[in-house]
């Protein structure tokens, strides 16, 4: 009798547990969240400049005001993770060809993951460096990849650890050691990724419409990444250029309030309800437009085209610009 009824106090100690799992408040969370609910979440910080997070942070002093603020970003958050943004895309073999840029097999995913001491079961926070939309776009580019293999306990932090700095928050340099983790993929969600086919049935009819989430230069064709073949962008496409999509304050870029992205979708032409596909030049920022107007608009019929213009003109697709000397 004292065995059962020691049995089922297991098993609601372990109900009420998962009763009291704290749950993500949205695709974002502030700084001030994310320090009220640090131990009940698992902190990945997304980098491509590894060096910065075992280094101090460089602070200078306003000679007016006499008020600190950030120069350059060093140090992580307590007990956060490293996760070197160059492994979060694959070399993969599509059809006896090696492409790169693209989304990892599930198996290697997982294996990346669980390296960084990520557990199932237990909400993840990604913290970009929050300097410029091209770092934050590191961050939403794993995002978007968890939510691919079905992870929807998953936010970026708002600001990133710039912001998080330039706040005057704690921060340490020592990296420590992880056991590996258990999380895993709970489904492939196919539907958030665009084929190029798609992209070009789309570029033809008009339906879905096509995000370009790259800088004017590039998508008029004045300028290209050596990883695009030819100059412009895909026929029919809107742009959406990075720069618009988040706000400076104090050193760190913000997202905007929902209604601003609202209007940005408009006055360059882009509907917040029709599918649609995101691209880029390797759809690194291409996640940038995907997150936005999926998680932040709410116009889940969005998709990613995964290898972008890398993919599209190395299968000798056709890119239109304006016309160059």
Known sequence: MKKMQWLLALVLTGFIGLAQAINLPGPVVSADWLANNLSEVQVIEVRTDLASYTRNPEFDVDKKTGKKFLVEVGGHIANSSLLDFKKVRAERTIDGKKYKFLIPEKADFEKLIQSLGINSEKPIVLVPIGQDMSDIDEALRTYWTFKVYGEDQVA??????????????????????????????????????????????????????????????????????????????????????????????????????????????????????????????????????????????????????????????????????????
């Not at 020592?174 to 196919?190: E, P």
């Not at 990444?225 to 104090?250: W, Y």
């Not at 880029?280 to 997150?291: D, E, K, Q, R, S």
């Open 156 to 325: 970026v932090l708002d600001g990133g650890v710039a912001g998080w700095l330039g706040e005057g928050r704690d921060f340490v340099t020592a990296n420590n050691a992880k056991a590996a983790g258990n999380w895993s993929a709970k489904a492939y969600r196919k539907e958030l990724i665009a084929s190029s086919e798609e992209v070009a049935a789309a570029s033809k009819s008009g339906k879905p419409q096509l995000l370009d989430a790259r800088q004017p230069a590039q998508y008029l064709g004045l300028a290209k990444r050596p990883d695009v073949l030819t100059f412009g962008h895909i026929a029919g496409s809107k742009e959406l250029a990075p720069e618009l999509l988040a706000k400076p304050s104090n050193g760190a870029l913000y997202f905007w309030q929902k209604n601003t992205y609202d209007a940005l979708m408009s006055a360059n032409g882009l509907s917040t309800k029709g599918p649609t596909i995101s691209y880029c030049n390797t759809g690194h920022l291409a996640a940038g437009g995907w997150f936005v107007m999926s998680e932040l608009v709410g116009n889940k019929s969005t998709k990613l085209y995964d290898g972008s213009l890398y993919l599209w003109t190395l299968e000798g697709r056709p890119l239109v610009g304006v016309p160059l000397n």
